[in-house]
């Protein structure tokens, strides 16, 4: 009777641990780990939540809300690399225009910048404000230079008073520093159509999608909803 009691008593820790490993085995495949599309959409958020917070609590050391108000789109990179092979920076991110029709904002769409020819040292990201109709045409292009007669280093403060306005007002912001103009000329914007299907599950262009608002899911998916609804409060600090 031992001889036979012995295997059946072996064999019951084993089996207890093959449920174990079985459950973890599981729990790993049902862990979700987030794609590129994810990240940079929560980065963009959260790098604009930053700059819309300095806006809220410093206006006097931010974008004057003169530009804010009148932004035809927004771009948002929230941090910048270094591309060792061409030593130059660049960096990925969101932008939104307001739709022509109802001037209420179109769903955000995947750009990049890239050929800067220096950044700081620290992180930090960029915001980009759109501020012509030349130069929102120029963004429905798949790849377009910022040409220096076309593009500003922002000013700091509560009001822009260039009578000049460029296509183009750039500002930086460093990991825990303060807002400041930048000079993005002869750097490229480039739209990322690949990024873009992948959030939305459709081919489409940058007019398409911007101005029109085609073929797009309804509701936006959540990570690029929350990128607008920034926008929008940013917004309300012009009313």
């Known amino acids: 009777m031992k001889s036979r009691i012995r295997p059946i008593t072996f064999l019951v820790p084993i089996l207890f641990l093959s449920l174990i490993f079985m459950d ?13 599309v994810d990240k940079i959409s929560d980065d963009s958020s959260r790098f604009l939540k930053e ?3 300095e806006s809220k609590v410093n206006p006097r050391k931010s974008i004057p809300r003169n530009l804010i ?9 929230p ?3 270094v591309d060792e092979t061409r030593k130059e920076y660049e960096g990925e991110g969101l932008l939104s225009c307001h739709k022509q029709a109802s001037k209420g904002l179109g769903p955000p769409i995947f750009y990049k910048i890239t050929d800067i020819k220096s950044y700081y040292e620290a992180e930090g990201g960029l915001v980009t404000l759109v501020m012509t109709e030349d130069g929102v045409n120029s963004l429905l292009t798949v790849e377009m230079k910022l040409s220096p007669d ?5 000013n700091i403060g509560l009001e822009h008073h260039d009578k000049n306005l460029k296509a183009f007002i750039t500002y930086s912001k460093l990991k ?4 400041e103009g ?14 873009t299907y992948k959030a939305y599950e459709e081919r489409l262009t940058p007019s398409e999608i911007l101005f029109h608002g085609e073929a797009i899911p309804s509701p936006p998916p959540p990570r690029l909803a929350k990128f607008n609804n920034l926008l929008q409060e940013w917004e ?4």
């Not at 599981?26 to 987030?34: G, I, L, P, Q, V």
């Not at 076309?150 to 922002?154: H, L, P, Q, V, Y």
């Not at 930048?182 to 990024?195: H, I």
């Open 176 to 179: 825990d520093g303060q807002i």
């Open 236 to 239: 309300k600090l012009c009313k």
């Open 182 to 195: 930048y000079d993005l000329s002869s750097s490229k914007f480039v739209y990322d159509g690949a990024k």
């Open 150 to 154: 076309r593009t500003a280093k922002g």
């Open 51 to 53: 700059i819309t917070n």
């Open 79 to 81: 941090s910048i690399r």
């Open 69 to 77: 108000c009148n932004a035809k789109c927004y771009v948002v990179i």
């Open 24 to 36: 973890s085995s599981y729990a790993k495949d049902d862990f979700y780990t987030k794609t590129a």
